[in-house]
Each structure stands twice: as C-alpha cells, then as structure tokens.
Nanobody, 121 residues
Framework: VQLQASGGGLVQAGGSLRLSCAASGRSISRYVMGWFRQAPGKEREFVAAISRSGGSALYADSVKGRSTISRDDAKNTVYLQTNSLKPEDTAVYSC???????????????WGQGTLVTVSS
C-alpha cells in the first residue's frame, strides 16, 4: 500500500488543522493506521492509531483531548484532526500502516511521505 499525507501548513497557536492520508494500491481496511511526527532534531514519535474497525483509537498523551483520528475506508483515507494547536506540535507528520494495533513505529511496515505542520506562537 502506498500512502501520501497532506494538509499541513502554517497555523497560529490555538488553531486547528486536519491532515489526510490517502492510500493507493490496497484497501486500508486490512490495516491498522497510525500517525507519527518528527520535530527537527528529535526522534519520531507516535501521535495516534486507529483500529481496523475504527472502533478503537490510541493517542499520545501530548495530543490526547486535542486530536481525533478517523478513517474512511470507502475513500481509502485516514484523517487526523487536531485542535488547540501548540508550537510544540510543529513537526513533519507521517501516516503509516500496520498489522498490529499498537503505537510502536517499528511495527508499521508501510510509510508515506510526511506533511509539515508549523505552529506559530
């Protein structure tokens, strides 16, 4: 499966952004989907994951209550909505697909190119 993230940009602190991850090649219905981010000079970190059914989701503590991950298998797309954005949310956000429902990037075998989110203070 090929993945492509989009929707990043420059936003002021307190604003909102919805990222999209469009898949091609295979249906995402067979995968757990996740979002990860990497800030300059930092390691990649988990943001959110959604189960195959869409009925369960995992969130990093740093975004819990501010972010919502969702999926539309008919559109083969996964979304990440984040509100109340903070400067520390600035990073390149990437989507990924896995067989296991988890937050470890090592368990995600398919990755897309990321999209840059910059939050100004």
């Amino acid at each position: 499966v090929q993945l492509q993230a989009s929707g990043g940009g420059l936003v002021q602190a307190g604003g909102s952004l919805r990222l999209s991850c469009a898949a091609s090649g295979r249906s995402i219905s067979r995968y757990v989907m996740g979002w990860f981010r990497q800030a300059p000079g930092k390691e990649r970190e988990f943001v959110a994951a959604i189960s195959r059914s869409g009925g369960s989701a995992l969130y990093a503590d740093s975004v819990k209550g501010r972010s919502t991950i969702s999926r539309d298998d008919a559109k083969n797309t996964v979304y990440l909505q984040t509100n109340s954005l903070k400067p520390e949310d600035t990073a390149v956000y990437s989507c990924a697909a896995a067989s296991l429902y988890n937050s470890d990037p090592l368990n995600y075998g398919y990755w897309g190119q990321g999209t840059l989110v910059t939050v100004s203070s």
